[in-house]
């Protein structure tokens, strides 16, 4: 098992990857979960699906076991931003206006996670291997790209994989149900303390 960072600038190395990352997460959200997400052919994707984004995928070859996404906080492209804030600004409907306890960040150093999964049918010991990858990837994307804080909305029980994998997790706003799942919007850090734990 490996993690792969994707960007656009090195699509010609990663191959068919970044379309397999997709193809899994359109299982995980759309078939698993039931969610009313943007696809086609199998493969889930939105508006937050731009050049500005970094994946991150844990996997063999090209079977994806988990994975997510890292936006920052200053994207924009076309009347998309990023999910929180544009949640906050009435541009998604299916989100509550009052998602985040402050006004959206815009900040070079806040960057959002979104789409955090990993595979259901791991068994437990394969699911922390890869829980303690996410967290791993965490720690070398804040190193590599300067990320100080990262801001995610995920679901209350992938917030707790979260603190799992070494992530200092604090709500930044009210829970809500969507999808089927109780979510909430939270502040992550990385928990240094708790990275060298998993190292070790």
């Known amino acids: 098992m490996q993690s792969t960072e994707i960007t656009f600038d090195n699509l010609g190395e990663t191959g068919t990857l970044l379309t397999e990352l997709l193809r899994a997460r359109y299982h995980h959200f759309i078939e698993a979960r039931g969610w009313k997400l943007p696809n086609i052919r199998g493969l889930e994707f939105d508006q937050y699906d731009t050049p500005e984004s970094i994946y991150c995928s844990i996997h063999e070859g090209m079977t994806v076991y988990g ?29 509550p206006l009052g998602i985040l306890d402050e006004p959206a960040p815009q900040d070079p150093r806040t960057w959002e996670v979104s789409r955090v999964f990993i595979d259901d049918t ?21 190193k590599e790209w300067n990320i100080n804080a990262f801001l995610c909305l995920t679901s209350v ?17 009210p829970r809500f149900e969507a999808g089927g799942e109780i979510c909430q919007a939270y502040h992550l850090k990385i928990d240094t303390r708790g990275q060298r734990s998993h190292a070790a």
Do not use: W
């Open 67 to 95: 994975g997510f996404r890292v936006t920052p906080t200053t994207a924009h492209c076309i009347n998309a931003s990023y999910m929180l804030r544009d949640a906050q600004l009435g541009l998604l409907p299916d989100l």
């Open 122 to 142: 791991l068994s437990s010991s394969e699911r922390m291997r890869v829980r303690d990858e996410l967290g791993l990837n965490f720690a070398r994307l804040a």
């Open 157 to 173: 029980s992938a917030a707790l994989l979260m603190r799992r994998a070494g992530l200092k997790a604090s709500p930044a706003g």
